[in-house]
């Protein structure tokens, strides 16, 4: 397992994240964290800032979404009367979330900030140094933005040179149990409760959702269930009906999972008849029974599918197919 202060993963593919984070954040780099909405940005910026030689300096965060794009400058770089942002935070690190909301003349003044380390308050004449680390995050494309006109190329690549792409929950499936447990464990310690236990229909369960809402979801979910427990284990019957659904596919060897806008029945039945004619090659019996048909119903359903299936085959295939058919 890779730890990383409040951050762990036993997942392969975020452990090599998590090392590149060990080696970039004692530096002064500039970072672009990206990745769905509640995938953990916020909490590795604050990692990072924590590990790295700032550590004592301050840190500030700045939502660019929550702003209204006519008082952000004033916000990031104070006027005449005010403080801004960035003088209050000299020395330290600023996170700007959700970066692709900051407005295009914003981004420029930003950019000038990062290359020269300078800027000016709105309503002032001279110039203002500043000694700031910028880490920035975002969960949309900021190369679609760029495509748009919404994001500036040139600011993108002063903040993508070190980058950290997050993944979803739901692609670090050797976490969701050891996650669980933690905000259990975490909620219980907070309102001074026992830790419950969780039934292994449940960790099922949690490990076939899709997990839409990441990591945010999963502790909400275990908040919930060690606030309003009713038992002393979690089984199914505490779970809220969306991830109840999912446990059926513990007796569900075979479960296919339907893509979200649907698909297309004919081609994934035509995909699924080539398949067990290569894998059988041509032979229809031990297609049929690769798929669990009987040989009249394959021949049925290579029918209505026609000359296309026959053209699809690999030569071997065709062969036999052809021989078995006259």
């Known amino acids: 397992m890779v730890v990383l202060k409040e951050i762990f993963t036993r997942d392969a593919n975020f452990a090599q994240i998590l090392r590149k984070v060990k080696t970039v954040a004692p530096t002064d780099a500039n970072v672009l964290i990206t990745g769905e909405t509640g995938t953990g940005k916020a909490l590795l910026a604050k990692v990072i800032y ?7 300096q301050p840190y500030k965060v700045l939502n660019c979404a929550a702003i209204s794009p006519d008082q952000i400058d004033s916000l990031l770089f104070g006027t005449i009367n005010t403080q801004g942002i960035l003088e209050s935070v000299n020395n330290g690190t600023l996170f700007l979330d959700e970066i692709q909301a900051l407005p295009l003349a914003t981004q420029t003044k930003l950019l000038i900030v990062m290359r020269n380390g300078a800027y000016q308050s709105v309503g002032a004449d001279s110039l203002c140094n500043t000694n700031v680390r910028i880490i920035a995050a975002t969960d949309s494309s900021l190369p679609d933005a760029i495509k748009l006109g919404a994001f500036r190329t040139d600011l993108y690549k002063q903040l993508s040179a070190f980058s950290f792409d997050l993944p979803p929950l739901r692609e670090r499936l050797a976490d969701i149990r050891l996650l669980f447990i933690y905000y259990l464990k975490y909620f219980a310690a907070q309102y001074q409760l026992r830790c419950l236990d969780v039934k292994d229909e449940v960790f099922i369960a949690l ?16 908040e919930n269930l060690t606030i309003l427990r009713r038992k002393t284990v979690i089984d199914l019957t505490l779970m809220p009906s969306k991830y109840k659904k999912y446990s059926f596919k513990q007796v569900a060897p075979y479960y296919y999972e339907l893509p979200e806008f649907g698909c297309d029945w004919l081609k994934v039945e035509f995909s699924l008849l080539c398949q067990a004619l290569e894998r059988a090659e041509g032979n229809i019996n031990k297609a049929a029974t690769l798929l669990g048909l009987t040989r009249h119903t394959l021949y049925y359903r290579i029918k209505k599918c026609g000359p296309d299936l026959y053209k699809a085959l690999s030569e071997p295939a065709r062969l036999n197919y052809q021989h078995l058919n006259e």
């Open 50 to 56: 924590r590990q790295s030689q700032r550590a004592e």
């Open 207 to 222: 490990e076939h959702y899709p997990w839409p809402g990441n990591i945010r979801e999963l502790r909400n979910l275990a």
